[in-house]
């Protein structure tokens, strides 16, 4: 058998190997782990890493982040969310957190987390942040609402408070408006 009959054969046969082995790669190359990317205040070109808050509780009890769990009992009586959207995700998660030592305020943006003084006197009841509905599970009870909401055209901020049980939606377009949910259970308290 000639070399320049075979030679065409052994192309193709690489042809096809490259390309199941990039398929492959593009169909298994993928990991939760991936930050969710979300168009940011409908522009064509603006795009930002979206946390969910259960991924920046985690983070807080993480070994990562020295411990939690084991530097005695701690509590959650306040979290914020900055530039959320509509499937519950932030640019940032803000948590105070007290516990017997200190009390400071975890903040968890990009996948990584700086911790700085909170010096709050008057802090609210702890949140049981094992029993609230996340943000994206709250979004999902409401689609229309939150999606009429946040969707609106020029709307310049987007965050999202919890608190004594309330989770508070504000949004801004020419002045704050606020709409309150039940944090336990997903109701709306005011439109």
């Not at 940032?92 to 017997?100: E, G, H, R, S």
């Not at 700086?114 to 802090?123: A, D, H, Q, S, T």
């Amino acid at each position: 058998m000639k070399i320049k009959s075979v030679l065409p054969i052994l192309v193709i046969c690489c042809i096809l190997a490259g390309v199941c082995l990039t398929a492959g790669c593009a169909m298994f190359g993928q990991s939760s782990q991936k930050p969710r990317i979300t168009l940011v205040n409908n522009s064509d070109d603006e795009y930002r890493d979206r946390i969910g808050l259960d991924e920046a509780i985690g983070a807080l009890g993480s070994d990562d982040f020295g411990r939690m769990s084991r530097a005695g009992n701690y509590f959650i009586p306040y979290i914020h969310g900055e530039d959320i959207d509509a499937s519950g995700n932030a640019k940032t998660w803000i948590i105070a957190v007290k516990n017997n030592q200190s009390q400071f305020y975890f903040e968890y943006r990009d996948r990584n987390f700086r911790v700085y003084k909170w010096n709050e006197k008057n802090i609210s009841t702890s949140i049981q942040v094992d029993r609230i509905i996340m943000p994206d599970q709250l979004f999902a009870l409401h689609p229309l609402y939150v999606n009429d909401i946040l969707g609106e055209p020029g709307t310049t901020r987007k965050e999202i408070y919890l608190e004594n049980g309330t989770y508070t939606l504000v949004v801004t377009k020419k002045s704050p408006k606020e709409y309150i949910f039940k944090a336990y259970s997903g109701e709306i308290i005011s439109k």
